[in-house]
């Protein structure tokens, strides 16, 4: 997305609110329109001038702009968040797990079926799905490739909102299921889960801003308030449950970006985005059980 600085000012505003960056309420008088003040460029061109500084700053701006609206929203960008406070997981213990090598990005999905893997929407790509991995970067004896025969993405996935960022991939061949490679269960009703639930996630990308792993990294997080959510994220909606800690700045990581919300050892959510801090926004699974059902018969 592109953002000329001359039309940030009504244009830029309500995108953020769009995207959720800025909630419906929040005023120009409360952001950074009038700390700056527009200027005619063409006044003077002079060294130290006002107008030398003015144009200083709107490049500044510009950049600014840029970074914050092209990041989030790319079909194969990953999470701003890390694993902060996580840890190595044991070895094979989220067997379900599936890493998504998809150029030279990754994803992080997981196995629903033999033959089926989920994923976020905005993971779409030529892909590569690893199962039964714990170390990606080893060619480890318990591992399984397979291809994508079909790509299934959600009909009404929207960059812009996020929504409806659910995908599911048609193997090329059955995984062989065995301790290190498990299918997970999704869940049965529609119903939304209670404040507070405990839940874990899991994947093999950022542990913090500048350190990567290889090696599949976990944490726990809990259900937030779809109330309180709201305030971070305006646009939620009904296919998007909130999940992190307060306590902790944990969230999770770049590279994670389909990877399983795990709750009671169900499959409650998609790692969909979120901002620096927590709480993160997951793709509800519940929300899309009919079309979860209707895509698995093809």
């Known amino acids: 997305m592109t953002i000329s600085i001359e039309d940030y000012s009504q244009e830029g505003h309500n995108q953020a609110i769009a995207h959720g960056f800025l909630a419906a309420g929040y005023s120009w008088s409360q952001g950074i329109k009038p700390a700056l003040g527009h200027r005619d460029a063409k006044t003077s061109t002079q060294p130290g001038s006002s ?73 779409m790509g030529n892909a590569t799905v690893i199962l039964g991995a714990h170390n990606i970067y080893e060619p480890e004896t318990t591992q399984q490739v397979r291809g994508v025969l079909r790509y299934h993405r959600h009909p009404e996935y929207d960059p812009r909102t996020m929504s409806n960022d659910i995908m599911l991939l048609k193997l090329t061949a059955k995984a062989t299921l065995n301790s290190y490679v498990k299918t997970i269960p999704l869940p049965k009703t529609s119903g939304y889960l209670p404040t507070g639930t405990k839940c874990s996630i899991a994947g093999w990308g950022l542990i913090d801003k500048d350190q990567e792993t290889s090696k599949l990294f976990e944490t ?73 059902k209707k895509t698995m018969k093809k």
Not at 232 to 258: I, K, T, W
């Open 220 to 292: 726990k997080v809990t259900i937030y308030s779809r109330r309180k959510c709201v305030h971070f994220y305006p646009h939620l909606n009904a296919g998007m449950v909130c999940a992190g800690s307060f306590h902790e700045l944990r969230d999770s990581s770049q590279g994670d970006s389909g990877g399983p919300l795990v709750c009671n050892k169900v499959a409650r959510g998609i790692v969909s985005f979120g901002h620096d801090n927590p709480p993160g926004v997951y793709t509800r699974i519940s929300n899309y059980l009919p079309w979860i």
């Open 51 to 123: 107008t030398q500084w003015w144009e200083m700053c709107r490049s500044q701006l510009l950049l600014a702009l840029l970074l914050l609206f092209s990041c989030p929203w790319a079909d194969t960008s990953a999470l701003w968040g890390q694993i902060v406070g996580g840890h190595e997981a044991q070895p094979h213990s989220h067997p379900y797990m599936a890493y998504l090598k998809i150029g030279k990005s990754a994803c992080g999905g997981f196995l629903v079926a033999p033959d089926w893997v989920m994923t976020a929407a905005h993971c």
